[in-house]
């Protein structure tokens, strides 16, 4: 059976890093293209970062990009996401997902997404 369980998350001060951890079992977890996304209270689901397969290209949200590093160690079956210069706005839950497909260029949107994990609190303090 399929299954994502992150880690990593807790409370943290402004301008703070924090490093989430995605451990996959039950999927041949190379071939597939990963994501994160997060919600906040009160708000919608968004993307957070992708990563392909092998690692070699990755895509950003906006919000995030310079701060918000996504990597995977293939060989552990493991993706994270650093976290750096965190904000009182990157309080969420965190996910880790895995896309229907792998084909084509990197997914954002979460119905493209099959497999998620339970999610990982993540809290800056100001």
């Known amino acids: 059976q399929e299954q994502l369980v992150e880690s990593g998350g807790g409370l943290v001060q402004a301008g703070g890093s924090l490093r989430l951890s995605c451990a996959a079992s039950?999927?041949?977890?190379?071939?597939?293209?990963m994501g994160w996304f997060r919600q906040a209270p009160g708000k919608e689901r968004e993307f957070v970062a992708a990563?392909?397969?092998?690692?070699?290209?990755?895509d950003y949200a906006d919000s995030v990009k310079g701060r918000f590093t996504i990597s995977r160690d293939n060989a552990k079956k493991t993706v994270y996401l650093a976290m750096n210069s965190l904000t009182p706005e990157d309080t969420a839950v965190y996910y880790c997902?895995?896309?229907?497909?792998?084909?084509?260029?990197?997914?954002?949107?979460?119905?493209?997404?099959?497999?998620w994990g339970q999610g990982t609190q993540v809290t800056v303090s100001s």
């Open positions: 997902a895995a896309p229907r497909s792998s084909l084509g260029s990197l997914k954002v949107r979460d119905h493209e997404y099959i497999y």
């Open positions: 039950g999927l041949t977890f190379s071939i597939y293209n």
């Open positions: 990563i392909n397969w092998s690692g070699s290209s990755t």
